[in-house]
């Protein structure tokens, strides 16, 4: 998905930082049928002045940390269950990418925890 006007993340973030308008942002959302989850750690991202684009899986965001080091972020929330063996799935996957793998959980009241995630290989 382009970033850009067409982008319903973008579009929600740029409502929210030029005009304050969440509820706009939520229609945008909504219209775009775009997870508001995600939209809550991308706007968080955006509004630390990084560079963030959707991602190339399911519940992931790309961010570009600085230049030639990109991060991938598995967004998930508060309460959801999921199986440690598809955290390191996607961790091998992101890896695998050139990807640096980074969880992101929004709790309850929407503030948002990052996390480091790597697959550790067993020593013989």
């Not at 319903?8 to 509820?23: H, N, S």
């Not at 989850?37 to 968080?44: E, G, N, S, T």
């Amino acid at each position: 998905m382009p970033e850009g006007p067409s982008d319903p993340y973008e579009e929600a973030y740029a409502l929210v930082k030029e005009k304050g308008d969440w509820l706009g942002a939520l229609n945008v959302l909504e219209k775009g049928q775009a997870d508001f989850v995600l939209f809550l750690v991308y706007y968080d991202l955006k509004r630390r002045g990084k560079r963030v684009r959707p991602g190339p899986r399911p519940r992931t965001l790309l961010l570009e940390d600085r230049p030639g080091k990109i991060a991938e972020v598995l967004v998930l929330s508060e309460g959801t269950t999921v199986r440690p063996l598809e955290i390191a799935e996607w961790s091998r996957l992101a890896v695998s990418d050139s990807h640096d793998p980074v969880v992101a959980v929004v709790d309850e009241s929407g503030g948002v925890t990052y996390y480091e995630a790597r697959t550790v290989k067993e020593l013989t």
